[in-house]
């Protein structure tokens, strides 16, 4: 079975550009997380979709970050302008959420570079 | 609010050595925990939990018991091996918020 795929893994940008990664998570999973990792400290959680509905996105900064689900499988999100600050990795987790605590499955992530 | 604490890193140890990695939370109710590890260019993977006090998750020679009087959750192990080398992070989780708040993480380096 394959995991979570995300794509790029790696994107070197300038300030104030558009970017957007792209999640594919595994097949059946209705949950689908976007987490933001900064050097040296662990995930926190951007955005979290059940199916295509969005059920927590108080943690994404809606200024710049937006994030879409369609059809309730593949989801992207974006960053436009991106901003020194946003050099991180950002990681696409799905799990099967069936009422009691499921298990996230982790994609390899993607590192981006704001220069 | 809820929170992980675990050791600093990074953690080196001989191949055979005995291993411990220590977590500490802060949470109402009553969290699930968790232990991910995140090998070089992969994504974290789920090594263990624990769903309630007591409770001992294991794995791979891994061991770590939910201590509720102590609120903490340390990661052993009795023999490690080169290929433990990661990144450890302790984590806790609600089902009913299927949300996770994951520690800053652990480095342990094994040398052969």
């Known amino acids: 079975e394959a995991g979570v795929v995300q794509s790029p893994r790696y994107k070197i940008i300038e300030k104030k550009q558009p970017v957007a990664f792209w999640c594919n998570p595994i097949?059946?999973?209705?949950?689908l997380y976007w987490y933001l990792q900064n050097l040296g400290q662990g995930p926190e959680l951007l955005i979290r979709?059940?199916?295509?509905?969005?059920?927590?996105d108080s943690q994404l900064p809606k200024d710049r970050f937006s994030a879409e689900r369609l059809k309730g499988v593949d989801s992207t999100l974006k960053i436009q302008p991106a901003e020194l600050g946003d050099s991180a990795v950002y990681l696409c987790?799905?799990?099967?959420?069936?009422?009691?605590?499921?298990?996230?499955?982790f994609g390899p992530g993607t590192r981006l570079l704001v220069l | 609010g809820n929170s992980v604490t675990q050791m600093e890193g990074p953690v080196t140890l001989s191949e055979e050595a005995f291993l411990t990695i220590n977590c500490t939370y802060t949470?109402?109710?009553?969290?699930?925990l968790f232990w991910y590890v995140q090998y070089p260019g992969e994504g974290l993977q789920l090594l263990l939990k624990?769903?309630?006090?007591?409770d001992k998750g294991s794995n791979k020679g891994f061991e770590a018991t939910y201590r509720k009087e102590t609120t903490s959750f340390h990661l052993e192990k009795g023999s490690v091996q080169v290929s433990d080398s990661a990144v450890y992070f302790c984590?806790?989780?609600?089902?009913?918020?299927?949300?996770?708040?994951f520690g800053s993480g652990t480095r342990l380096s094994i040398r052969p």
């Open positions: 987790a799905s799990s099967l959420r069936t009422g009691v605590q499921e298990t996230q499955y």
């Open positions: 097949s059946g999973h209705n949950t």
């Open positions: 979709y059940e199916n295509e509905e969005a059920v927590d």
């Open positions: 949470a109402t109710g009553y969290p699930s």
């Open positions: 624990a769903t309630k006090a007591d």
């Open positions: 984590a806790l989780g609600y089902s009913s918020a299927s949300k996770i708040i």
